[in-house]
């Protein structure tokens, strides 16, 4: 194991987040405050509890989880992509480091900068509504499987993208879409029974739900079966990584 | 001594079907500098490209060190430094954590004083902070040397390394190459410009069509290759090649004022005493006698165009 590699990558990568601080850092939590001013204030005050929760607190660990999964996608993507994108690739491939070093600095480097975030969105929450966390433990499991899950997603795109539309296609087009009929904003049991049976087939459901579950106890379906859900989509991305590094896909051919 | 790099068979199609390289095979030997001769598309960058790990071969073997390159990468890579052909360079970084990068990639324990003195020889110390997006052209490929000599690599490549780089910095680059060499390093560089080759080489090898069409020490090959080039500068001017002369293979040059002879060095008999000789018994009074070899660069123009 090459660690000194693996080092340098991701101390690499984290310096471009401090070169790049109002971007990554400030921006989330500026449009996170909007969301509590606009859903948890104006717009909540005048929603009744849900399941003995009030309506700013139910849709905090939504807004985590959107924020934690469209950093740690841009971070993962973007991270492998530019050096693609500026030549400066060939000496990644050209040093002794094998893909699993390459994928520990990259996604290591993204989930650390997502998670980051996501600390900083938990702690802008409690400033607005009152915060209780019942499973720290489970909160904290859900929160690192899915910002590793989804920096190692984001790296798998960032490796398949061949220009800039292609790197922007998923986080922009498919994420949002996903995170927001996932329960966000509403608990599914609200919705008809068609449209519940619809957002089943939603993944990120499973994960907005389960992690709402390590706050408040409260679940659209049983977070054992987030958990598996969640391992489960990180096993098939491992399984796609494993097959790009055999063949070189876009990378060594 | 076994070979530092060993190349054999080695071919590489691309996916769009495109063969650059057909059955290639060539050793290195330990500090020699070799230089790559050969037309764009020749095949040159995909060879260095394989060597270094960057693509995959479709065919062939290569060992670095007594390593191959697919199976025991990291041994090979720890040992090779490459400086590309394209200045690429992460724009908003500093010299120092670029060149710092490069140093960790390659499994080194990072040594500030190691990565002075790369700095220093190159000329760089002074922009150390600077970030490389304010160097220049010339700076820049400094750098990506830099960054190939920051985990101190017993084999180097320079693909291209003079593409668009002024006189000065180009003579500069001579120079670090001269003290790698003093340190035993393996050089091998590609280059259009055959003086390039001409000037630093020990070996010279011609590329095209992704075919090795030629190795060869540069002095053999100088001699094998080299034509020479006798001028007979004459004391009164000739119209006409007199006829006694007929069977020299003659040109007038200088409007007559001049007899050129061109003769092989290779061959058995150069021709030359029987010709002046005859040149006497002619009753031409010389001047003068001058003679002049060949290049590489008309060896080279002669081998590509006479194989394209």
């Given at each position: 194991m090459n660690l000194e590699a693996v080092k340098s990558i991701y101390f690499f990568e984290m310096a471009r987040t401090r070169r790049t601080l109002l971007q990554s850092v400030v921006s989330p939590v500026i449009s996170t405050s909007l969301y509590f001013i606009v859903f948890g204030a104006a717009v909540g005050s005048r929603i009744q509890e849900i399941?003995?929760?009030s309506y700013g607190a139910f849709i905090t660990p939504g807004l985590i989880m959107l924020t934690l999964l469209t950093q740690c996608i841009g971070n993962g993507s973007f991270g492998i992509y530019f050096p693609k994108f500026t030549g400066t690739i060939y000496e990644l491939l050209s040093s002794p480091v094998s893909m699993?070093?390459?994928?520990?600095?990259?996604?290591?480097?993204?989930?650390?900068?997502?998670m980051m975030i996501g600390i900083i969105i938990l702690g802008t929450a409690s400033l607005f509504v009152d915060l209780s966390i019942a499973h720290p433990f489970v909160m904290l499991l859900f929160f690192v499987l899915t910002a590793v899950t989804f920096s190692l997603f984001g790296f798998i795109i960032g490796i398949w993208a061949k220009d800039f539309e292609q790197l922007n296609l998923i986080p922009m087009l498919v994420i949002p879409p996903l995170v927001f009929l996932g329960g966000s904003f509403y608990s599914v049991n609200m919705l008809p029974p068609f449209w519940q049976a619809v957002s089943h087939f939603n993944p990120v459901l499973y994960l907005i739900s389960g992690f709402r579950w390590s706050f408040f106890e409260i679940a659209d379906v049983n977070p054992v079966i987030s958990l598996v859900i969640i391992i489960g989509f990180l096993a098939v991305l491992m399984g796609l990584l494993t097959w790009i590094f055999k063949t070189g896909y876009r990378l060594r051919n | 001594m076994a070979p530092i790099v060993s190349v054999s068979n080695l071919v590489k199609t691309y996916a769009s079907g495109f063969q650059a390289l057909k059955d290639v095979s060539l050793d290195i030997e330990e500090g020699e500098i070799l230089a790559l001769l050969g037309?764009?598309?020749?095949?040159?960058?995909?060879?260095?490209?394989?060597?270094?790990?960057?693509?995959?071969?479709?065919?062939?073997?290569?060992?670095?060190?007594?390593?191959?390159?697919?199976?025991?990468?990291?041994?090979?890579?720890?040992?090779?430094?490459?400086?590309?052909?394209?200045?690429?360079?992460?724009?908003?970084?500093?010299?120092?954590?670029?060149?710092?990068?490069?140093?960790?990639?390659?499994?080194?324990?990072?040594?500030?004083?190691?990565?002075?003195?790369?700095?220093?020889?190159?000329?760089?110390?002074?922009?150390?902070?600077?970030?490389?997006?304010?160097?220049?052209?010339?700076?820049?490929?400094?750098?990506?040397?830099?960054?190939?000599?920051?985990?101190?690599?017993?084999?180097?490549?320079?693909?291209?390394?003079?593409?668009?780089v002024d006189v000065n910095l180009r003579k500069d680059m001579w120079k670090v190459v001269e003290k790698l060499r003093e340190t035993g390093v393996t050089i091998i560089l590609t280059t259009h410009y055959i003086e390039e080759a001409e000037e630093i080489a020990d070996r010279v090898g011609v590329i095209n069509g992704g075919k090795i069409l030629l190795i060869e020490q540069k002095t053999e090959l100088m001699k094998k290759l080299g034509r020479k080039q006798l001028r007979v500068e004459l004391q009164e001017p000739l119209q006409d090649i007199p006829e006694a002369l007929g069977s020299y293979d003659l040109t007038i040059g200088d409007g007559g004022g001049s007899l050129i002879y061109d003769y092989d060095t290779s061959g058995e008999r150069t021709?030359?005493?029987t010709l002046l000789t005859a040149l006497a018994e002619a009753g031409i009074r010389l001047k003068d006698i001058s003679t002049q070899q060949s290049s590489l660069e008309d060896i080279f123009v002669e081998l590509v165009g006479a194989r394209a």
């Open positions: 399941d003995g929760v699993t070093e390459i994928v520990l600095g990259y996604v290591g480097a993204a989930a650390t900068k997502g | 037309p764009n598309g020749a095949g040159k960058t995909t060879l260095i490209s394989i060597i270094c790990g960057i693509v995959n071969p479709t065919g062939g073997t290569v060992l670095v060190g007594g390593h191959d390159v697919v199976t025991d990468f990291r041994a090979t890579r720890s040992i090779i430094g490459l400086v590309p052909q394209e200045l690429t360079t992460d724009q908003f970084e500093t010299v120092w954590n670029t060149v710092s990068f490069s140093r960790g990639l390659h499994g080194k324990k990072p040594d500030p004083a190691h990565i002075e003195k790369v700095l220093k020889d190159l000329s760089l110390f002074d922009k150390k902070d600077n970030m490389l997006r304010e160097l220049s052209g010339g700076m820049k490929r400094r750098v990506l040397i830099a960054k190939a000599l920051s985990h101190e690599p017993r084999v180097l490549f320079l693909d291209e390394p003079t593409a668009g021709g030359i005493t």
